[in-house]
């Protein structure tokens, strides 16, 4: 079974320019998942979907980051413009439930704004 | 905040011994999980307990949750140096859909 895909692994841009990361999620799963992981913290959801409709979005700062999920696969997540403090690796998870279910990781893209 | 502890935030041991690690957290739970982070990799999940156990068993690794006390506690047996990572707990609330992760606790196991 593939896993969650990612991409791209790195980026480094300057502080105030766009960036956009893409997830393509398990096959056959409806829950799609972003979190954002500062070095030496732990995960913090930023978005979650359930199909291609929004779930949770209380946390994500919707005046520079925006994400979508076209047709209820996969998504991207797209910050405009960065700040330095969004230095952080943003993760995509998806799960079969949505609730009550373990979520499957991908590796992950390392942003760092400079 | 739903974001609970662990503890310790660090942890280095021998190869062949035990480690414990514990979450605690604040506000009432439906399941809580636990995930492994290899370094610059993904979250991977190890266990799930829900609400109304106590105990769970998964090859070298046992879970406790005492809801009385809001804890949980990851043991690792006879531990070998591929299980230096960080460790995670992960609380998922009542109505709530997703998991809430705490600060990790990062595991060193020398050869």
């Known amino acids: 079974e593939a896993g969650v895909a990612q991409s791209p692994r790195y980026k480094i841009i300057e502080k105030r320019q766009s960036v956009a990361f893409w997830c393509n999620p398990i096959s056959g799963h409806a829950t799609l998942y972003w979190y954002q992981q500062i070095l030496g913290q732990g995960p913090k959801l930023l978005i979650q979907?359930?199909?291609?409709?929004?779930?949770?979005d209380s946390q994500l700062p919707k005046d520079r980051f925006s994400a979508e999920r076209l047709k209820g696969v996969d998504s991207t997540l797209k910050i405009q413009p960065a700040k330095l403090e969004d230095s952080a690796v943003y993760l995509c998870?998806?799960?079969?439930?949505?609730?009550?279910?373990?979520?499957?990781f991908g590796s992950g893209t390392q942003l760092s704004v400079l | 905040s739903q974001q609970g502890e662990e503890d310790p935030q660090a942890l280095s041991i021998q190869e062949g011994e035990n480690a414990t690690m514990n979450c605690s957290y604040k506000t009432s739970i439906n399941n809580l999980q636990w995930y492994r982070q290899n370094s610059g990799r993904g979250l991977v999940h190890l266990i799930l307990i829900r609400s109304n156990e106590r105990e769970k068993h998964s090859g070298r690794l046992r879970v406790t949750l005492d809801t009385s006390k809001k804890s949980s506690s990851l043991l690792i047996t006879a531990s070998r140096a591929a299980d230096t990572a960080s460790y995670f707990c992960a609380r998922e609330g009542p109505g709530a859909n997703n998991l809430f992760f705490g600060t990790g606790t990062r595991l060193t196991v020398i050869p």
């Open positions: 998870a998806s799960s079969i439930q949505g609730s009550s279910g373990k979520l499957f």
């Open positions: 979907f359930q199909n291609n409709g929004v779930v949770d």
